[in-house]
Structures are given as structure tokens and as C-alpha cells.
């Protein structure tokens, strides 16, 4: 062992046998060799304890790095919660602002719809209240305009009485005294006379014109012809009637052929006063069962936007109405006037 290990070839673990070599050379008093051999034996005492330090180094490095790879694996997983834990939150607030956002549009949607339907249950109230207005307004129009016409009827008869029984009677009585008391006829007496006569026709004819007309004994076109033959008309004007041909006007019921009579009156009255017309035309037509009456003027006319409704019309469109007739009335400045009458009988 000691020609190896003077050769060199020794190992860290013959520590001991250096270290009794010491001693034994220390025993034969070769103090130089014991010193030699004890310098080796520290010499691989360290050496020994360098690599047992070394190998325990390496393992606390390596200890170390796995420690450290496991903080850092630890402090990348923490972040990662961190994280996820702040986008939860993230979430989680604005989950429930949407939430309340929805839940307060919700709120809104609900509110208003209950409000439409509010809206819409007083304007259907409204509405029906309006239209209850309408009708009784219209019924009590309706009522009134009625006992304006009775009125008028009555009232007409009462003038159409004492016109034809009184005033006519007075005329014929006072002409006729008129010619007996005269002894000589000269051509101006003739003159009033004849003056007086006319008179006393035109007053009998306005008798007849406000009296109700007997359709018992006379059909419509009979006295629409009549009427309008009898007409007292301002100088420059005529009146014109047309019927259909070949009608049994016997099939007009009383009430349509009075309220139709009276129309016609109202507007040829007022084409007469107002117009200013050269011709006044009446056109009656029957045509499977459809009575239809026409009456025109080629005056002045008048604006139909501005142009209120007056008591004459309005007269007209309820004694239409009274008998389930439509009207339809059209006019404009210097185009003259158009009423038309059409009901079903």
C-alpha cells in the first residue's frame, strides 16, 4: 500500500491509513516521514470533505432550483387566481349592472305599456264618450230640425189656408167689383184689372207651393211638373223638367214623394234667390227601384270649403235622411250648383 501510494495511486478514503502511518513513523522516531503522512492524511481528509461539501452543495442547489421552480410554478399559479379570480369578479359585477339594467328596462317597458294601455283605455273612453256626444248631438239636431220642418209644414199650411181661402177670395171678390162698379171699360182699367188677376194667380199658385202636396191624387213627376211649370221666375230666367218615360210613378211611396217634393222646393228656392242663374233644370229618373233626383243651375256657384250650411241645406239633408236618401252636393265659384238625390224605395 504505501509503494501505491508513493506511486501516487491512493483514494480519499485512505485518510486512515495515512494517519497510522503517521503514528507508526512517529513510534521509530522519523518525524519527517510521520509529518509527511500526516499532511497527507489531512490533505485527504479535506479533499474528502471538499467533495462530501460539494456533493452536498450540489444537492441544496439542486434542492434549491426545485424550490425555486416550484415558488415560481406556486407564484404563476397564484397570478393565474389572482386573475381569474379578478375577471370573476369582473364578471360577476358586470353581470349584475346588466342584470339591473335589464331589470330597470324591464321595469320601464312594463310601466309603459301600462301606460299605453291606459292611454288607450281613456282615449277608447274618450272616443266612446265623443261618439255618445255625436249621436245625441245628431239626435237632438235631428229632433229639432224634425219639429222645424213640422213647424214649417204646419205653418205653411196655415199661409197656404188663408193665402188660398182669404187673400185669393178677397182679390176675385175685389176684381170682380172692380168690373161691376165700372160702367166703361177704358184700356187702362183693362190694364189693372188684368194686373190684378195675375195677382191673384201668382198668390193662388204660392198657396199651392206651400201646401202640402196631395200625392193621393197626383204622383210625384205630376207635381214636380206642375211646380216647376207654375214657377214665379225673374225675368231672364227659366226652369226646365225632364222625367224618365215609361215609369209607373204610382210605385213612389207617399213619404219618399213628399220629403222628394219638398227637397226639390228647397233647392230650386234656392237656385231662384241666390244663384243668379239664366236656366234651373229638374231631372227625375226611376231606375230598378233607385229614385234619383237632379237639380242644376249654371249661376255663380259657390265655395264649398268657406260655404257653411245654412238652414236650407241643412233642411234638405235631414228630410234625406228621414227617408234613408244620400245627397251629394257640388259647387264652385262660377261653375254653378249640382245637388243629386238617389234612395232606394
Known sequence: MIDLIDHGIYDTKDYDYFLNLSVCYHAIHDDASAYKHLQKAYALRDSANNRKYAEHLSDFSVKYQTKEKELEIVTLKREQLERETYMLRHRIIVGS?????????????????????????????????????????????????????????????????????????SLLALEMNIRTISAEESPELGEQLDLLSNTRERVRTLSHELMPPAFQYA??????????????????????????????????????????YRIVQE???????????????????????????????????????????????????????????????????????????????
Not at 222625367?243 to 213628399?258: A, H, M, R, Y
Not at 243668379?276 to 259657390?302: H, P, Q
Open 219 to 260: 204622383t210625384l213627376d205630376e207635381m214636380l211638373a206642375d211646380y216647376v211649370l207654375h214657377l214665379s221666375l225673374p225675368e231672364n230666367m227659366h226652369a226646365e223638367y225632364h222625367s224618365t218615360e215609361g215609369v209607373d210613378w204610382n210605385s213612389v211611396p207617399k213619404l219618399i214623394g213628399f220629403e222628394c
Open 97 to 169: 349592472v346588466i342584470s339591473l339594467l335589464v331589470i330597470l328596462l324591464l321595469g320601464l317597458l312594463y310601466a309603459r305599456q301600462r301606460q299605453r294601455a291606459r292611454i288607450v283605455l281613456l282615449a277608447s273612453a274618450a272616443s266612446e264618450k265623443e261618439h255618445q256626444f255625436v249621436e245625441l248631438q245628431k239626435e237632438t239636431e235631428l229632433r229639432l230640425t224634425r219639429k222645424y220642418i213640422d213647424g214649417l209644414e204646419s205653418e205653411r199650411g196655415r199661409m197656404a189656408t188663408e193665402l188660398h181661402d182669404d187673400v185669393c177670395n
Open 267 to 345: 233647392a230650386v228656392s234656392n237656385a231662384v234667390k241666390y244663384a243668379g242663374s239664366a236656366c234651373v233644370r229638374v231631372n227625375l229618373a226611376l231606375e230598378n227601384n233607385n229614385l234619383s233626383i237632379l237639380v242644376t243651375d249654371d249661376g255663380k256657384g259657390f265655395d264649398m270649403s268657406k260655404k257653411t250650411k245654412g238652414i236650407g241645406l241643412r233642411t234638405i239633408w235631414q228630410r234625406a235622411e228621414t227617408i234613408g236618401a244620400k245627397v251629394e252636393l257640388t259647387s264652385a265659384p262660377g261653375e254653378g250648383t249640382r245637388l243629386k238625390v238617389n234612395v232606394l224605395i
